[in-house]
């Protein structure tokens, strides 16, 4: 299990594959294509209403990490309206989707946090959490290739492994693990658990696997 600590000189900021706001790469898998990646984590800013860009065969997943609310016109779909509050919201890149932000103060964009997996290879989960008191366990997949990832949106946290190490995340960092190779007689998830180190510790877990 290979585990690696990252920060925002770590991170790629590039414009919508639209042209109508920027995101912060976080971490991708890349391939050739029109896309360029098999999966890739980001956050992104959204100040004024406007289009998503479209990705053909693409799985997306969506939620908020500050600045007020979204509301989500999707293609097919009734609107949804995320919240720091509400989990993550999951849905086809081909569709059309359209935002419409509320934000908390004048002037300041939302960030929201998205993960996108290549519908045909690949799949993922995503969670949002605020630690408080009790330590929160994490489920990592163990089968080769796959990913876990911890993005830590305020406060700091305690990440503690099995085999006993501890790694401290701090706010607009990130720490990705990835499995190597596969655990010989085990088709399961290593578990670790998360601390707060501070009030108000708010964190994204995400878990990419091969179909």
């Known amino acids: 299990m290979k585990l690696q600590a990252l ?5 790629l900021k590039m414009p919508w594959k639209n042209g109508q ?15 360029g990646f098999d999966w890739r984590i980001s956050t992104a800013t959204v100040a004024v209403p406007g289009p998503f860009s479209v990705f053909a065969g693409i799985d997306r997943s969506l939620a908020i990490v500050r600045g007020g609310t979204l509301t989500l016109n999707v293609e097919g779909h009734p609107d949804v309206t995320l919240t720091t509050r509400t989990a993550p919201y999951a849905f086809g890149g ?11 103060a004048d002037g300041v964009p939302i960030d929201d946090f998205n993960v996108m997996t290549r519908r045909d ?11 408080e008191g009790d ?4 489920a990592v997949p163990t089968a080769t290739d796959a990913t876990g990832f911890l993005y830590c949106a305020q ?7 099995h085999d006993g190490r ?8 990130a720490l990705r ?18 601390h707060a180190g501070a009030p108000s510790t708010d964190v994204f877990l995400t878990t990419l696997s091969r179909r």
């Open 121 to 131: 290879g690949w799949q993922h989960t995503l969670s949002q959490h605020r630690l």
């Open 94 to 104: 081909e569709l059309a989707v359209s935002s419409t932000p509320t934000l908390e």
């Open 135 to 138: 330590a929160l366990t994490w």
């Open 177 to 194: 693990i990835d499995e190597t190779d596969a655990v010989e007689g085990f088709d399961g998830a290593r578990v670790c658990e998360l």
């Open 21 to 35: 706001g920027v995101t912060t790469e976080l971490a991708v898998a890349r391939r050739p294509g029109e896309d």
């Open 155 to 161: 406060g700091l946290v305690r990440v503690t492994f």
């Open 7 to 11: 920060g925002p000189t770590d991170f």
């Open 166 to 173: 501890t790694l401290t995340v701090s706010a607009g960092h």
